[in-house]
């Protein structure tokens, strides 16, 4: 419907019915194959409906590639939080995914690492055509990160940037879309169940530990005090907490999310951990949902 009212102002839109859902494919590899199948140019760009665009992105975006002769250039939008539960869960969230990849390893050609953001995905259509594009990973849960994936294993160039004052995004409105979103697919992303129970215990330590660190060691017995150790250990354990803290404070801001939500970084990590409990159980047991369909 909105497609089709943007069709009676923008005559350059085309509205490409995906028709029924082929067996083995999933929903989005399946729209993303086809329009593909249309596409005429030299590049192909896939962007994900959330996703609010800059006027000069593609501009942009095509320029850089072309310069820097990347076949894949995906880049990571400007995320929007408003409402409580996406500032609560959702800079955590990002933090684990920086631990869980390393941007040089991504761009670096001769490393195996590889990975796509869904919200913006520019592909060199040889290179695409070469790989198979959505039709080899038709299947795969994590369409963004298998397509980065196989790119990279036909040893085709692929850059991970920031697209953060070219592309915008608001992912989950809601706290019920948030937390299927977090559920999702975060054990394949982890890389397997055993990473990922590994991350529920860093979670619960990294929310608390810097809070009930600095009590327990102010805590600490009189004979510690006699060796005059008790200060040097509040002060080095301090000093760590403070460091934490400081590194949350630049994360929020750069979010542009009010720093009283710092006060709630042991919930925050704490709900993370659960909700990667909760996708290692949808993963062991193939029970996952994602915008009212099961996976």
Not at 103 to 127: Q, S
């Amino acid at each position: 419907m909105i497609v089709r009212k943007l069709m009676d102002s923008h005559n350059q839109i085309r509205l490409i019915e995906a028709g029924p859902l082929p067996e083995g494919w999933k929903g989005k590899s399946h729209a993303c194959w086809r329009g593909a199948q249309q596409a005429k140019g030299e590049w192909l760009c896939f962007m994900d409906a959330d996703v609010t665009a800059m006027p000069d992105l593609l501009l942009s975006a095509v320029r850089f590639a072309e310069a820097e002769n990347f076949d894949l250039l995906s880049l990571f939008p400007f995320q929007e939080m408003l409402g409580f539960w996406e500032r609560l869960l959702m800079p955590i969230a990002f933090l684990s995914l920086l631990f869980l990849m390393d941007p040089r390893r991504i761009n670096d050609p001769k490393a195996k690492d590889a990975m796509a953001i869904g919200h913006f995905i520019l592909v060199e259509r040889g290179a695409y055509d070469s790989t198979g594009g959505h039709q080899t990973i038709r299947s795969e849960m994590l369409d963004d990160v298998a397509l980065a994936r196989c790119f990279k294993e036909e040893g085709l160039r692929i850059h991970l940037g920031s697209g953060r004052d070219l592309v915008r995004t608001r992912m989950y409105s809601d706290l019920k879309a948030l937390w299927q979103g977090l559920t999702r697919g975060a054990t394949e992303l982890a890389g397997g169940v055993a990473v990922t129970t590994l991350s529920v215990f860093s979670s619960l330590l990294n929310g608390w530990m810097p809070v009930l660190l600095p009590c327990w060691v102010s805590q600490m017995n009189v004979e510690m005090n006699a060796l005059n150790l008790r200060g040097l250990a509040i002060g080095s354990v301090s000093l760590g907490s403070l460091i934490w803290f400081v590194a949350h404070v630049v994360m929020w801001r750069t979010h542009r999310i009010p720093l009283r939500y710092l006060l709630l970084l042991p919930l925050s990590y704490t709900a993370l951990a659960v909700a990667s409990l909760e996708s290692i159980g949808r993963y062991l047991t193939g029970h996952r949902q994602w915008k009212g369909r099961q996976y």
